[in-house]
Structures are given as structure tokens and as C-alpha cells.
């Protein structure tokens, strides 16, 4: 079991190395911005809420009502720290492409915690306690998520306004973002084991609806 271990933690070390020189690109922040944002809004899409909008004059005049699920204020809701929502996926290392940022433990890192837990000691460089913290790659991640979403704002209401019937990572990412960009992540998709994932509070919605990442779509 010992020398298990130390071969396990001698092959992380050389992962951990070369995810040193791995940053996101371009067409794998484009991809996980639309799957988070496609997550936001169906979560409210099923809403029967209605917003009056305007002030009742002393014309009488009445207030304008619209629903929630077309309106402006559902759009802006969703988008509200959309990219904050990226600090919650992890680098799984082991996965191919784009698909090696999504939410859950990776397995790699899961087995070094069960090592941790049978009593063998691990080094990584960093304490035990920042495991858990974004790595660089997803901090990045974060980073062109906000600076994407800031330059393509218009580009995002244009298509819940008018292109719904679309796919929004074809629409958005496909036809706009990277349209002179490389576009191969947007159809990697994951079909073998998931990884570990996180509680089922972390991974359920406040409406109790299963939340997507990259890996899943």
C-alpha cells in the first residue's frame, strides 16, 4: 500500500506539473459561460410570475404587464454573477479537452483524500486545508468568463430576445464568439464515469433541479 501510494503521488506531481502550462481557451470559457447560464434560466423558466411595469397616473392609466419568464428582469437576474459560478468546478486532469473542468471532486484528487484518510502521508506543495480552493486554471476561467461576458452582452440578450428556438452555445459561442476561432469543444462530450460528485445540496438547485456542467451536455 505504501509503495502504491508513493508511485500515485510521484504520477500527480508530474499531472499537477503540466497542468501548470494548461490555461483555458477561448472555446472552453465560451462553452462552461452558456452551460451556466443556460442552468440559470431554467431554473426561473417555468415561472408564472407577472411584472407590472410603469407608474399608475393620475390619468388612470394602467401599468404594463409583462412575464416574468420573457422579461428583461429574469435575463438580468440569471446573469448576475454568472462567472462567480465558475469557482465551483475543479480540474479533472484524468478527462480529455474542455471536459476536464467540472463540478465534483476529481478522481484523482479523491483518491489522494482517501489516502489522506487511511493515515498516509501526501505532499502537494500546499496545505491540506487549500485542496479545495480553485486552482489557477479555474481562477482564469473566471477571469475571460467576465471580461467574454462584458464584450458579448448584447450578443446574449439578442438571443433571448429573438433566438430562443436556438441552441445558446451554437448561437452564442458558435456564431458569434469564436466564429473565426476553433470551436472543437463544443462537441466533447463526456459518457464515462462522472467523477465524484459533491452533495446533493451542492449539486440541486434552490427548485430542486440538477444542475449541468461541461461534462454533462
Same mark, same amino acid.
Given at each position: ?112 483524500? #482517501?489516502? +489522506?484518510? $487511511? =493515515?498516509?502521508?501526501?505532499?502537494? &506543495?500546499?496545505?491540506? %486545508?487549500?485542496?479545495? @480552493? ?52 463544443? #462537441?466533447? +462530450?463526456? $459518457? =464515462?464515469?462522472?467523477?465524484?460528485? &459533491?452533495?446533493?445540496? %451542492?449539486?440541486?438547485? @434552490? ?11
Amino acid at each position: 500500500m505504501e509503495m502504491f501510494a508513493i508511485f500515485f503521488i510521484c504520477m500527480f506531481s508530474l499531472v499537477l506539473a503540466n497542468q501548470e502550462e494548461r490555461l483555458p481557451n477561448k472555446c472552453e470559457v465560451c462553452k462552461l459561460l452558456t452551460v451556466e447560464l443556460q442552468d440559470a434560466l431554467e431554473k426561473t423558466g417555468r415561472s408564472k410570475e407577472v411584472l407590472e411595469l410603469g407608474e399608475v397616473l393620475d390619468t388612470g392609466k394602467r401599468r404594463r404587464k409583462i412575464k416574468y419568464n420573457t422579461s428583461e428582469t429574469r435575463l438580468t437576474e440569471a446573469m448576475d454573477n454568472i462567472c462567480e459560478r465558475i469557482l465551483q468546478y475543479k480540474v479533472h486532469a484524468e478527462r480529455p479537452g474542455s471536459l476536464r473542468y467540472a463540478k465534483g471532486t476529481s478522481q484523482t484528487m479523491n483518491t489522494l483524500m #482517501n489516502l +489522506v484518510g $487511511k =493515515g498516509v502521508k501526501v505532499e502537494l &506543495g500546499i496545505p491540506y %486545508e487549500l485542496w479545495d @480552493e480553485p486552482s489557477v486554471e479555474v481562477a482564469d476561467l473566471k477571469r475571460q468568463c467576465e471580461t467574454m461576458l462584458e464584450e458579448y452582452e448584447e450578443v446574449v440578450e439578442n438571443w433571448y430576445f429573438h433566438h430562443q428556438e436556438e441552441r445558446l452555445d451554437r448561437f452564442f459561442c458558435a456564431t458569434h464568439v469564436l466564429r473565426e476561432s476553433d470551436q472543437e469543444c463544443l #462537441n466533447e +462530450v463526456w $459518457k =464515462g464515469d462522472m467523477g465524484v460528485k &459533491g452533495s446533493k445540496e %451542492e449539486n440541486e438547485g @434552490e427548485n430542486g433541479t440538477q444542475s449541468h456542467d461541461a461534462g454533462e451536455l
